[in-house]
T-cell receptor, first 114, second 111 residues
């Protein structure tokens, strides 16, 4: 099975711009979660999507949004970029069952805001 | 919400020695506790996980112990090797199945 893929791998944007990141989960996985990883804050949960619906949301401002398509692919969008948004953005997919299952991470998108 | 604290933030050990990383969690409803290893420039990968119905789980040189009463769990790596050098993250779920991660431990195995 192919692993989780993310595009693009690297992005450079300037303050005020917006950006869209994409995540393709492992085939058959319907749950996709997004995380922001920074050196000082570790892995911070952004949101989770399942069946095109946002199931959980972390403590991030409304500038961060996402969506999921019928094929389980997910996108996240960050509007009005700030310098502090520079980070590695990871998505993870998992099977959804009666209990929590392993999350498989993608390679991440490295976003640099200048 | 769930709060996961991880210690130490950095750990250096001699090759062949053991390494122990500890985490505490706050949500008594948590029942899934994974450990992820992230090598430099790579994605986090699950190395071991434990569910609340067991107290210990082993996989070769890696073991995890769970104390539900005290709300803490630990990762034990024996006979450490240079390739064990990485950042290790613990995590715990909440009732919405969302994972909260610890802040990470940079493990360095010295040859």
């Amino acid at each position: 099975k192919a692993g989780v893929t993310q595009t693009p791998r690297y992005l450079i944007k300037t303050r005020g711009q917006q950006v869209t990141l994409s995540c393709s989960p492992i085939s058959g996985h319907r749950s996709v979660s997004w995380y922001q990883q920074t050196p000082g804050q570790g892995l911070q949960f952004l949101f989770e999507y399942f069946s095109e619906t946002q199931r959980n949301k972390g403590n991030f401002p409304g500038r961060f949004s996402g969506r999921q398509f019928s094929n389980s692919r997910s996108e996240m969008n960050v509007s009005t970029l700030e310098l502090g948004d520079s980070a590695l953005y990871l998505c993870a997919s998992s099977l959804l069952g009666d209990r929590v299952n392993e999350q498989f991470f993608g390679p991440g998108t490295r976003l640099t805001v200048l | 919400g769930e709060n996961v604290e991880q210690h130490p933030s950095t750990l250096s050990v001699q090759e062949g020695d053991s390494a122990v990383i500890k985490c505490t969690y706050s949500d008594s409803a948590s029942n899934y506790f994974p450990w992820y290893k992230q090598e430099l420039g790579k994605r986090p990968q699950l190395i071991i996980d434990i569910r609340s119905n067991v107290g210990e789980k082993k996989d070769q040189r890696i073991a995890v112990t769970l104390n539900k009463t005290a709300k803490h769990f630990s990762l034990h790596i024996t006979e450490t090797q240079p390739e064990d050098s990485a950042v290790y993250f613990c995590a715990a779920n909440n009732q919405a199945r969302q994972l909260t991660f610890g802040s990470g431990t940079q493990l360095t195995v010295l040859p």
